[in-house]
């Protein structure tokens, strides 16, 4: 089945740094939907991509798909404190298939 | 308040012994879904529903089991729980296209 890695699994930050995250499908993908779970807390929507080459910002936050539809990445520009989390991909339609995420830490 | 709703929060049970976890959405959404969180494993799904009486195994159904009578009840059902079935589940909700609403997920224990 539809496979989706993400990269790096875990990655310590200095506050005020920027970061950007990966995302690889092993198939192409209809659509890219990215999430963030707080420390304890439920996933969250933050964004879907689905046009090939699509960028999207959310201000320190912009999200890319490929041009083959077949990654995407997510880059935060001046880390804080409020990003710590673990952000997490997810492609396909009906069946929509995570990532393993990536756990963000801050260093203040 | 638009909600996905998950009881019980945390459940300890022994081997072999039934449970249900109930799921409820408050949006009308057509689409459901069970995943399992693992560590260092993301979140995998379980099973997922494109409306009522249609349900569809994800990439871990085995020793689940589910139904959709309701459009907004989606409960996940345990027939006879392993210790393997610890893990923390969430139940999720959405229109086809946009992203899922998350429940608050229930930490199961099987001792």
């Known amino acids: 089945g539809q496979q989706v890695m993400q990269i790096p699994q875990y990655q310590h930050v200095q506050e005020g740094e920027d970061f950007t995250t990966y995302c690889n499908s092993s198939?192409?993908?209809?659509?890219i939907q990215w999430y963030k779970q707080r420390p304890g807390g439920h996933p969250v929507f933050l964004i879907q991509?689905?046009?090939?080459?699509e960028v999207k910002k959310q201000k320190r936050l912009t999200f890319q798909f490929g041009e083959a539809k077949k990654n995407s990445s997510l880059h935060i520009t001046a880390t804080q404190t409020t990003d710590v989390g673990t952000y997490f991909c997810?492609?396909?339609?009906?069946?929509?298939?995570f990532g393993a995420g990536t756990t963000v830490t801050v260093r203040a | 308040e638009a909600q996905v709703t998950q009881n019980p929060r945390y459940l300890i049970t022994v081997t072999g012994k039934k449970l249900t976890v109930t799921c409820s959405q408050n949006?009308?959404?057509?689409?459901m879904s069970w995943y399992r969180q693992d560590p260092g494993l993301g979140l995998r799904q379980i099973y997922y529903?494109?409306?009522?009486?249609?349900?569809d195994k994800g990439d871990v159904p085995e020793g689940y089991k589910v139904s959709r009578k309701e459009k907004r009840n989606f409960p996940l059902i345990l027939e006879s729980p392993s210790p393997n079935q610890t893990s923390l589940y969430f139940c999720?909700?959405?229109?086809?296209?946009?992203?899922?609403?998350f429940g608050s997920g229930t930490r199961l224990t099987v001792v």
């Open positions: 949006m009308n959404h057509e689409y």
């Open positions: 529903s494109m409306n009522v009486e249609v349900t």
């Open positions: 997810a492609g396909g339609d009906y069946k929509l298939s």
């Open positions: 991509l689905v046009k090939s080459g």
């Open positions: 198939t192409t993908l209809s659509n």
């Open positions: 999720a909700s959405r229109e086809r296209g946009l992203g899922y609403t």
